[in-house]
T-cell receptor
Framework: KAGVTQTPRYLIKTRGQQVTLSCSPI?????VSWYQQTPGQGLQFLFEYFSETQRNKGNFPGRFSGRQFSNSRSEMNVSTLELGDSALYLCASSLKTSGLTDTQYFGPGTRLTVL | EDKVVQSPLSLVVHEGDTVTLNCSYE??????LLWYKQEKKAPTFLFMLTSSGIEKKSGRLSSILDKKELSSILNITATQTGDSAIYLC????????FGTGTRLKVLA
């Protein structure tokens, strides 16, 4: 079974631009969660989508948004990029919503650099 | 506010040593605690713990949860250089909170 895939793997943008990241979960998984990982803050939860609905949201500004499609693929969008948005963005998929005990499988991440 | 704290922040040991990594949590409506290993890429799943006192084992790695103490430990015996990584624990209910991780370096 193929793992979680994320595209692109690397991205360089400038301040003020916007970016869209994509995540394809493991086949059959309906939950996709997004995380931001930085050296200073570690892994921080952004949001979770389950069956095309945002189930949970972390403490990030409204510039961070996402959506999930009927095939469970998910996209994350960051508008008006700031230097502090430079990070590794990870998505993770699971069979069930994270509200139920389950295991998350992570993708390789998208390394975003904002100049 | 929910939080997960790991200790130590970093650890350097020699091959063959045994290490114990700690994770404490304060989360509302606790459901599970998960351990991950992260090398240069995405975290890979190690263990999921939901019940107190039941040890989970996988080769040289083992982990146990103590709900009374709101903590968990991850043990690695007979460490190898390939165990060098950041070990993350996470917990949560409807969203997973991660600790900042323990960076383990195993010297040959």
């Amino acid at each position: 079974k193929a793992g979680v895939t994320q595209t692109p793997r690397y991205l360089i943008k400038t301040r003020g631009q916007q970016v869209t990241l994509s995540c394809s979960p493991i086949s059959g998984h309906r939950s996709v969660s997004w995380y931001q990982q930085t050296p200073g803050q570690g892994l921080q939860f952004l949001f979770e989508y389950f069956s095309e609905t945002q189930r949970n949201k972390g403490n990030f500004p409204g510039r961070f948004s996402g959506r999930q499609f009927s095939n469970s693929r998910s996209e994350m969008n960051v508008s008006t990029l700031e230097l502090g948005d430079s990070a590794l963005y990870l998505c993770a998929s699971s069979l069930k919503t994270s509200g139920l005990t389950d295991t998350q499988y992570f993708g390789p991440g998208t390394r975003l650099t904002v100049l | 506010e929910d939080k997960v704290v790991q200790s130590p922040l970093s650890l350097v040991v020699h091959e063959g040593d045994t290490v114990t990594l700690n994770c404490s949590y304060e989360v509302t409506n606790f459901r599970s605690l998960l351990w991950y290993k992260q090398e240069k890429k995405a975290p890979t799943f190690l263990f999921m713990l939901t019940s107190s006192g039941i040890e989970k084992k996988s080769g040289r790695l083992s982990s146990i949860l103590d709900k009374k103490e709101l903590s968990s430990i991850l043990n690695i015996t007979a460490t190898q250089t390939g165990d060098s990584a950041i070990y993350l624990c996470s917990s949560g209910t409807y969203k997973y909170i991660f600790g900042t991780g323990t960076r383990l370096k195993v010297l040959a």
